[in-house]
């Protein structure tokens, strides 16, 4: 039923459907419409100028949030997703609706990805953007919503982005990004091993390392920005 599919918001795209993302590992899920318009309010509170936005969308899944920013008006949107059948998805939406001159695709791993492109070597900055993009005239915004069972060397997930940003930041001072991170709250439960219920426990010592938190429901929505 295309009723309860994801569609875009706000924009020159405005009511257009997504498809869900493609079955992973027996999951398909997308942000929810109300968490997506949150994110969007707080990305304009931080930049304003959304033709000088380039979209990080860092764990794709669908690819809703990066074209969201491009209806609102982004210069750019980098999807970023392991699996390749939902990777062709987002391309065949993207080139269906005429937009494919402002999106690059990227295979791989999110956390990887947010490394990669955070350091922005010529190489790599050349492989997202494909055409001749000075990052330093724009405004980064790194979205990020990855899996919850996503740990990587017993450090959660929004440990791993923060540090790798952070590390981003004091290398780059020159350009202006913002970080924002979707995950859960304390009170989610979740279906994982213990081990990792455990740390998820550290989110309080992680919340204190973003300037901010919202809530919303079982849902909140971190930010960082450069000082």
């Given at each position: 039923m295309?009723?309860?599919?994801?569609?875009?918001?706000?924009?020159?795209?405005?009511?257009?459907?997504?498809?869900?993302?493609?079955?992973?590992?027996?999951?398909?899920?997308?942000?929810?419409?109300?968490?997506k318009?949150?994110?969007?309010?707080?990305?304009?509170?931080?930049?304003?100028?959304?033709?000088?936005?380039?979209?990080?969308?860092?764990?794709?899944?669908?690819?809703?949030?990066?074209?969201?920013?491009?209806?609102?008006?982004?210069?750019?949107?980098?999807?970023?997703?392991?699996?390749?059948?939902?990777?062709?998805?987002?391309?065949?939406?993207?080139?269906?609706?005429d937009?494919?001159?402002?999106?690059?695709?990227?295979?791989?791993?999110?956390?990887?990805?947010?490394?990669?492109?955070?350091?922005?070597?010529?190489?790599?900055?050349?492989?997202?953007?494909?055409?001749?993009?000075?990052?330093?005239?724009?405004?980064?915004?790194?979205?990020?919503?990855?899996?919850?069972?996503?740990?990587?060397?017993?450090?959660?997930?929004?440990?791993?982005?923060?540090?790798?940003?952070?590390?981003?930041?004091?290398?780059?001072?020159?350009?202006?990004?913002?970080?924002?991170?979707?995950?859960?709250?304390?009170?989610?439960?979740?279906?994982?091993?213990?081990?990792?219920?455990?740390?998820?426990k550290?989110?309080?010592?992680?919340?204190?390392?973003?300037?901010?938190?919202?809530v919303?429901?079982?849902?909140?929505?971190?930010?960082?920005?450069?000082?």
């Amino acid at each position: 039923m295309t009723k309860n599919l994801p569609f875009v918001i706000k924009g020159s795209l405005k009511n257009k459907k997504i498809p869900m993302p493609s079955v992973v590992k027996g999951f398909s899920n997308a942000t929810s419409q109300k968490i997506k318009e949150a994110v969007f309010q707080i990305i304009e509170n931080y930049a304003h100028d959304y033709p000088q936005i380039i979209f990080f969308d860092i764990f794709s899944g669908c690819g809703q949030m990066g074209i969201e920013a491009l209806s609102r008006g982004a210069a750019f949107s980098v999807f970023c997703e392991w699996d390749s059948k939902r990777l062709s998805d987002i391309r065949s939406w993207i080139y269906d609706n005429d937009l494919d001159d402002r999106a690059s695709f990227i295979k791989m791993d999110g956390l990887r990805l947010l490394k990669s492109a955070l350091a922005m070597p010529k190489d790599f900055h050349k492989k997202i953007f494909r055409e001749n993009i000075n990052s330093e005239n724009y405004h980064l915004v790194f979205f990020a919503d990855p899996p919850y069972s996503f740990v990587k060397n017993n450090v959660p997930i929004f440990l791993e982005i923060l540090n790798a940003f952070k590390k981003f930041e004091a290398e780059n001072k020159f350009l202006s990004a913002l970080l924002v991170v979707q995950s859960a709250t304390l009170k989610t439960k979740f279906k994982l091993p213990n081990a990792k219920k455990t740390l998820y426990k550290k989110m309080p010592e992680i919340l204190e390392k973003y300037d901010k938190s919202y809530v919303y429901g079982k849902n909140q929505i971190l930010v960082y920005s450069p000082k």
